[in-house]
């Protein structure tokens, strides 16, 4: 059975294991019990680094982690992550970034987390109604009082990244370690302005959606959102469909064959491909099933040859993109020449 190392957390001084198991499943399409199961195998193999968020499955997510911990015992065996800014209710104060909103949301995801402390908490986007100061300051209090021990960002814009170490910085705050952020073959937009921040600034990178939502698998083909897999995640939300179109579907197939003429399956040559990036720490795998939990970690050990790696540049050139990863960040780097998705294309 594949043992999964661990690497440092950027420049903190947190270990992470070089997996992240992604745990948005657990409660919706994934049952408690299976749930359950794999968190127990996750934990026994090694991949110890566990992402989930209060709004996954509206707190179901962190309610089944929390049962595990209590039913196994191995919490602190466990670099616990999680994360703030979903609407948790109808009020206005019942999401976002404020001061009353954090501490609110902490103590609740505690209380369903079934534990003390919070390994890293995320902004799971930036909220442009809430002074940054009032965010930082709030979340520097909190890893004082020992409810959180790290936090970072997901989805930040480089700018907003940058904006965040400068003020924790400046005023002697505890500051960010991390980003989270999409990342795979289909959209490699991150190594452009982001990468640079993230290298000269020493936060590491938890790499989400390294299978492209299934599309790198190559199981969707040439589909369009009308004849999706059932109960597949892209025929479940529309957003996901966004990032669907003819040019990504392409991709996904001559990447299919590329992987299987080296001996690999495409799901662990698009998860490694991630892993392997200098900038990235650990990439999200998000099983629903044991068995797809099962057949990804060997991209924990699996080296991609240089001859598979100068094909996939060929493929999709560094920094470029032919699928939208960035469709629900609140922020955007530009038009992408080619998405055939623009305005309505397939989707």
Known sequence: MTTVPSVPLGRSGLKVSVLCLGCMNFGESTSEEDSMEILRQARETGVTFWDTANVYGAGRSEEILGKAFAKFGFRDDIVLATKVNGAMGPGPNDRGLSRRHIRHA??????????????????????PTVPLDETLETLDTMVREGKIRYYGTSTFASWQMADAEWRAKSNHWVAPVCEQAPYNLLDRRIENDRAGFLAQAGWGLIAWSPLAGGQLTGKYGQVSPENLPKGAR?????????????????????FADLAREH????AVAAVAWVRQQALVTAPIIGPRTMEQFQDLLPAATTELPQILLDALDELVPPGTAVADFLNNA??????????????????
Do not use: C, F
Not at 114 to 122: A, C, R
Not at 263 to 266: I, T, V, Y
Not at 330 to 347: F, M, R, S, V
């Open 106 to 127: 902490v103590e609740a995801s505690l209380r369903r987390l079934q534990t003390d402390y919070i390994d890293l908490y995320q902004m799971h986007r930036y909220d």
């Open 330 to 347: 609140g922020w955007q780097i530009g038009h992408l020449p080619g998405l055939d998705n623009d305005k309505g294309g397939t989707a």
């Open 263 to 266: 001996g690999l399956s495409p």
């Open 234 to 254: 892209m025929e479940r939300n529309a957003m996901w469909r966004q990032r669907i179109n003819r040019s990504a579907g392409d991709v996904s197939l001559v």
